[in-house]
């Protein structure tokens, strides 16, 4: 059985450490589910999610040039549904209340590119000048050098 990125195989843990789990897979080859590839939620001690012996679902995320295969837990299963409420559309999180930087009410969502590219500009440039205004204040509080 030939498998490569994206195949989805059965293995058994043969190993243990603090940043993942080594698995047996077909044909004698071996893999690293790297930590972060464990489980869809935080992975504080791989011993809490996987045990040595235990039969695992992976998939090979990765073979790298020295023939090292990379491989994922959480990817070879579907991800847990999301609780409702939780997130929006758009990215934003929940508790964003509309509010800007600094307490400031957010701007209307420009919708071009040239909008936005604006507003980028006139940030950059009341950031750049708050800067300034900053570094010549400490510069005349320090004496010369």
């Not at 603090?18 to 972060?36: C, D, Q, R, T, Y």
């Not at 995320?61 to 023939?67: M, Q």
């Not at 991800?79 to 701007?107: L, M, T, V």
Request: charged share 30%; net charge positive.
């Amino acid at each position: 059985m030939e498998f490569g990125v994206g195949s989805i195989v059965e293995g058994k843990v043969t190993g243990i450490t603090k940043f993942g789990a080594f698995v047996a897979l077909p044909e004698g080859k071996s893999g690293l589910v790297h930590i972060s590839e464990i489980a869809y939620t935080y992975v504080n001690d791989v011993k809490e999610h996987l045990k040595e012996g235990q039969e695992v679902k992976v998939k090979v995320i990765g073979i790298d040039e020295n023939g090292r295969i990379n491989l994922s837990i959480k990817k070879a299963m579907d991800p847990p549904p999301r609780p409702a409420g939780q997130g929006r559309p758009g990215g934003r999180p929940a508790g964003h209340g509309g509010a800007g930087f600094r307490g400031k009410p957010a701007p209307a969502e420009p919708t071009s590119f040239e909008d936005r590219l604006k507003q980028f500009m006139a940030a950059s440039d009341s950031k750049l000048s708050e800067l300034r205004q900053a570094e010549r204040r400490s510069s005349r509080r320090g004496g010369r050098r």
